[in-house]
């Protein structure tokens, strides 16, 4: 398995080593949480299909032409397809469409042509999760019937968003989070942290590497991270009114961590466990509504200053609940005594005396609610209108008059 870059999922790549080595499935659906090597390992795979110097369970070689072409982003053979548009879909496409943006039609014209380096064909459906309908029913067709030597790998974070009959006709292998020794291992390997940076990171992270990488690899972003977690605690003891006035500044320190954070590209297959290669976004931001004290512009060389996106504020939002959740979750921890548990070790003291604050349960309903808000960003619910609900909805510690 030494051709394999995903790390801390031995399962997992055995599994696909297992394939390699007797008979790939011509479609494969890889699903677990977000940031934990689903990409990684499908680039593995797609390595390992495209090699041309080595054979069976030998692949990939890292070191032929193709493997080369894959390391570098530029095989013909290797397509990509992830979510575009202010809905951040992965759309159904045609060549019909006028805007230049790819789609399912598109991958399966591309996918019924002969291959270029006449090995193979693979295509990677990047958050397959995020295909309506349609766009599954488009893709149905060629998972059905799918041309001689062609393999397609869907990466799910919720393989449950997916048709029935799509699930069915695909091998599926599942993937969990990433143990916190693998993580710092990683970090540390790729020269991205020394030890304790990579420890605190590794904890952070929650077992996802690839977020782990992507803020090893954006010092600049933890701080606003950690400037997140504490305004969120001390709206703990505040008033309703005072929510909805944090809400505007919240966002827009999310915009700016989200520029920070940006996904890594796919297609190069050396990204290993989601190493982002940095795209210099932090200059990049934009005020979330119209510009005032708080929010923040984006100004470039090419662009005035203006508004953020809808796609942005959306994506904004995702990174903003994902460090809610971690907050919310260690306040349950504290909750409950198990304070050993708790991530954020250095607010450990503050956790604990909110957590002692907090009505009985309180921080575990909160919790759950940010889990169903984050499947409502998914569908077209205004970003600004998820935001002030939970604020109001967030829990407030009992000694406060």
């Known amino acids: 398995m030494d051709g394999f870059l995903t790390v801390g999922q031995p399962a997992a790549v055995a599994a696909v080593h297992a394939m390699v080595a007797s008979h790939v499935p011509h479609a494969i659906l890889l699903s677990g949480p977000a940031s934990v090597g689903k990409l990684a390992l499908a680039e593995d795979l797609a390595a390992a299909l495209l090699c041309t110097g080595a054979e069976g369970g030998d692949r990939p070689c890292r070191a032929c032409r193709a493997c080369r072409m894959l390391a570098h982003g530029n095989h013909p053979d290797l397509h990509l397809l992830e979510p575009e548009g202010p809905g951040g879909q992965v759309l159904i496409g045609g060549n019909e469409r006028k805007d230049g943006k790819r789609g399912v039609r598109d991958l399966v014209t591309e996918l019924a042509l002969l291959p270029v380096e006449g090995v193979a064909r693979v295509a990677i459906v990047r958050d397959a999760h995020r295909m309506n309908d349609d766009a599954q029913t488009a893709l149905l067709k060629t998972l059905e019937e799918p041309p001689s030597n062609t393999t397609l790998i869907l990466c799910a974070d919720d393989e449950e968003r997916l048709l029935p009959t799509v699930r069915s006709r695909c091998a599926r292998i599942?993937?969990?989070?990433?143990?916190?020794?693998?993580?710092?291992?990683?970090?540390?390997r790729r020269e991205l942290a020394d030890a304790p940076t990579a420890a605190r990171l590794a904890r952070l992270a929650g077992g996802r590497a690839g977020l782990a990488v992507a803020y090893a690899s954006a010092p600049e972003a933890?701080?606003?991270r950690n400037e997140i977690t504490r305004t969120l605690l001390d709206l703990l003891t505040e008033s309703p009114a005072a929510r909805l006035r944090a809400a505007k500044p919240l966002l827009s320190r999310a915009v700016t961590l989200a520029g920070l954070l940006v996904p890594p590209p796919a297609g190069g297959a050396g990204a290993g466990a989601a190493e982002p290669k940095r795209r210099g976004r932090a200059a990049n931001v934009a005020a979330v509504d119209e510009p005032d004290e708080t929010a923040e512009t984006a100004e470039t060389a090419d662009e005035p200053a203006a508004k953020v996106s809808a796609s942005e504020r959306r994506r904004a939002l995702a990174l903003l609940l994902d460090a809610w959740r971690d907050v919310a979750r260690d306040l349950?921890?504290?909750q409950l005594g198990a304070s050993r548990s708790i991530r954020d070790v250095a607010l450990l003291e503050e956790l604990e005396?909110?957590?002692r604050d907090l009505p009985d349960g309180a921080a575990a309903e909160a919790l759950a609610r940010l889990v169903r808000a984050s499947e409502l960003l998914d569908s077209n619910v205004s970003p600004e209108l998820v935001l002030d609900v939970l604020l109001i909805r967030w829990p407030r510690r009992r000694r406060v008059a």
């Open 353 to 355: 005396a909110a957590a």
């Open 174 to 188: 599942r993937l969990g989070t990433v143990g916190p020794r693998d993580v710092e291992l990683l970090l540390e």
């Open 332 to 334: 349950a921890l504290g």
């Open 222 to 224: 933890e701080p606003i």
